[in-house]
């Protein structure tokens, strides 16, 4: 009876080990669905990112507003009869002599 007694707490450590240390071990599921959660946070990112590019791209296709908005901020353009004024601070003058 101490024989099997002895057998059974031996297949019970055993089994334990695998479970804790083995493939497919609780610490390395908990670490596969920390990883499945990152990959959904960066698809959501993602896709958030796309569904704003198709936006863009459907305004740049559709109307002229983007296409004078993006002329205008990033390559200074202005329209016929507008006059551009631009403000130089005397701090940034004096800076720059120096």
């Known amino acids: 009876m101490k024989l099997l007694t ?10 334990q080990y695998r479970l804790w240390t ?3 071990s609780l610490v390395e599921v908990n670490l596969l669905k920390d990883e499945i959660e990152k990959v959904k946070n960066e698809n959501e990112n993602l896709k958030e990112r796309n569904l ?4 863009e791209v459907f305004d740049l296709k559709q109307g002229h ?6 002329a205008r901020s990033e390559m200074g353009m202005i329209k016929d009869g507008e006059t551009f004024y631009q403000i130089i601070d005397n ?3 004096q800076s720059n002599s120096n």
């Open 6 to 15: 002895v057998i059974i707490v031996f297949l019970l450590l055993l089994l």
């Open 22 to 24: 083995g493939n497919g």
């Open 52 to 55: 704003s590019l198709t936006a």
């Open 65 to 70: 507003e983007a296409i004078e908005e993006i």
């Open 91 to 93: 701090a940034d003058q």
